[in-house]
């Protein structure tokens, strides 16, 4: 351990550097003057009676990779807009588009992990070496889920994440509903039961998280109740690692639609949690399936996604604003969900306010502060101060407290996986949201929000309730 950097500052490093702004990326290396568009990348979505394979062989451009699944497509590279311009003449071509980057939530992950497992990992890091996994080297780390396995009994105490406790969990039992995290990679994690792994970063197959968010993300859906660690919505639930967001947390719609093929190709998942934003343009509020009137590829692809009965929980967003500006938020076919500061784990807004605290955002059972809101939102779940799975690269305790609507929407996901698994996989995500998100239990359960008591005006998610 004497090699590590203080625990603060390893901590922090990469993520607060990405966080202040002070770092910035693209996938592919470089970006063009606008900062929403990957230069010279095309998503051209194909008629569903083209080939994608075929069809690419008598284009301009190279190709990046095809789709079939979520949607019928190619991503080219290397394409100028001429050259765009000219592919809406061919008799295949249903829609040409740039590719646009997508970013991940703004959150903060710059609060103190759990002291209460601090000494436990210390111990686990002080016996791997190779924990100490570079800030500067973020691609090349090496070690593998099947190194961490044998390490799980050395870590000893579970705690109870608020969060947890504040959706009326945790569950005991099996849950076998799996869910796929698309993000920026998840793990390794020994209190993770990750079940398959896949890149949709261009010429980078390593599926390991480098940034620490995907692996928050899973570890609040699903981690396991094994005795060590924290517990998740869905305790053990398995998990699908899809990384399409790069270690600074950017991807491509191209990423995320390769995403979304693998999970749709391989029917691995009925369940999926993302938390990203992209620039918006008018075509993503045009409604699905409509060649004539096409919306985006981002908006059909997840389309397809829900229609292949896959249900899908989005972060609201951490701007304070209006979800409806915002995309795949504003997509009327998933699930969106905002922040709920809670400091207690119970409601009633009992807990002292904790705005001055690092983890402050509002008084008790309040709408996050800068959680996006407005009449489009879906419902609320805990995402203040949120313990959770990290990556031992960037946190020697293995965990840390995350804050952001990010946090938010895996409680959703665990919450749909334990659905699932009492209704039924036929259940459909439209039938899904309906249940979240108007739970049986009255309105006098409520709690107060903004400061006032009185019922929320969004539903809250609740385990009991739905
Ligand atoms: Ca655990």
């Known amino acids: 351990m004497a090699s590590f ?34 230069p010279n990348q095309w998503v051209v979505l ?6 994608p394979q075929e069809w690419q062989a008598s284009s301009a451009g190279d190709t990046v990779r095809y789709h079939s699944d979520a949607v019928n497509a190619v991503t080219l590279s290397n394409l100028t807009q001429g050259q765009a311009d000219q592919l809406w ?6 829609h ?28 686990l890091a002080d016996l791997v070496p190779d924990l100490e996994l570079a800030a500067e080297q973020p691609h090349h780390s090496g070690r593998s889920l099947a190194q961490m396995s044998p390490l799980q009994p050395m870590i000893s105490g579970q705690t ?6 504040r959706v009326n969990g945790p569950l005991k039992g099996m849950f076998l509903q799996p869910i796929a995290i698309l993000d920026t990679g998840v793990g390794p994690h020994p209190d993770l039961n990750v079940v398959s792994e896949h890149s949709c970063i261009d010429g980078k197959p390593l599926t390991t998280d480098q940034n620490g968010h995907g692996t928050h993300v899973a570890g609040i859906a699903a981690a396991s109740d094994n005795g060590y660690g924290v517990i998740g919505v869905a305790p053990g639930a398995p998990i699908h690692n899809v990384k399409i967001l790069d270690f600074t947390g950017v991807g491509t719609v191209s990423s995320l639609i390769c995403g979304l093929d693998y999970v749709v190709a391989n029917n691995l998942a009925g369940i999926i949690t993302m938390s990203f934003e992209a620039a918006p343009t008018p075509a993503d509020a045009l409604p699905c ?19 292949a009965g896959v249900i899908i929980t989005v972060a609201a967003g951490n701007e304070g604003d209006d979800v409806a500006n915002h995309v795949p938020a504003a997509y009327p076919e998933i699930i969106s969900v905002g922040s709920l500061a809670d400091y207690d784990g119970l409601p009633g807004g009992l807990a002292q306010d904790l705005s001055t605290a690092r983890c ?22 805990p995402g203040i101060c949120i313990n959770s799975t990290y990556i031992i690269d960037q946190s020697p305790t293995g965990y840390m407290v995350m804050s952001g609507t990010s946090m938010a929407a895996p409680h959703v996901a665990g919450a749909a996986a334990v659905l699932r698994q009492q209704q039924g996989v036929s259940l459909t995500p439209a039938a899904a949201k309906q249940l979240l998100t108007h739970p049986t239990c009255s309105p006098s359960a409520y709690q107060t929000l903004f400061g006032s008591p009185g019922p929320s005006p969004f539903p809250i998610l609740d385990l009991h309730c739905i």
Do not use: F, W
């Not at 003449?89 to 249903?94: A, G, I, T």
């Not at 919306?295 to 829900?306: D, F, L, R, S």
């Not at 008790?364 to 779940?381: C, F, I, Q, T, V």
């Open 96 to 123: 040409v588009e740039p590719d646009r980057t997508i970013r991940l939530t703004r959150s903060d992950p710059c609060e103190s992990a759990s002291p209460s497992l601090t000494a436990a990992y210390t111990q």
């Open 46 to 51: 194909l008629k569903s009676e083209a080939d």
């Open 5 to 38: 950097l203080p625990a603060r500052l390893a901590v922090c490093l990469l993520p607060c550097l990405l966080g202040s702004g002070l770092v910035s990326a693209s996938i592919g290396g470089s970006r063009g003057s606008h900062p929403h568009i990957v």
């Open 89 to 94: 003449e061919d008799p295949m071509v249903q």
């Open 360 to 381: 402050g955002s509002g008084p008790d059972d309040s709408l996050a502060a800068n959680s996006n809101h407005g009449s489009s939102l879906s419902m609320l779940a």
């Open 289 to 307: 399936d409509n060649p004539s009137n096409p919306t985006t590829a981002m908006h059909q692809a997840i389309c397809n996604a829900v229609n």
């Open 160 to 165: 109870v994440p608020t969060g947890i406790q």
